[in-house]
């Protein structure tokens, strides 16, 4: 399946944070890897979006999307860090 890549997230994570969270540090609870979440892989289906790992392909988070609301999911982050 073909992936996009993470900056495809600041449209949907700008609802729920006020910075650029494709600039965020997060680091994969899989493999431990911290890159930004611009480097992540993305692949939509729908309205639902997974994010996996570059590293290890493990799934960081998934996003689903609907007309009333935006569910976030951060099971595969053990940490966010955000430069001030
Ligand atoms: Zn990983």
């Given amino acids: 399946m073909t992936h996009l890549d993470g900056n495809v997230l600041a449209g949907p994570l700008s609802e729920l944070f006020s910075v650029d969270m494709t600039v965020a540090v997060g680091r994969c609870a899989g493999c431990g890897d911290q890159s930004v ?4 892989m993305v692949y939509e289906s729908g309205p639902d979006i997974v994010v996996r ?3 290890c392909d493990d799934v960081l988070m ?5 007309p009333d609301d935006l569910r976030v999911e ?3 982050i053990q940490m966010l860090r955000v430069t001030r």
């Fill in 62 to 66: 998934t996003l689903v999307q609907s």
């Fill in 37 to 40: 979440l611009a480097s992540a």
């Fill in 74 to 76: 951060f099971r595969g």
């Fill in 53 to 55: 790992c570059h590293h």
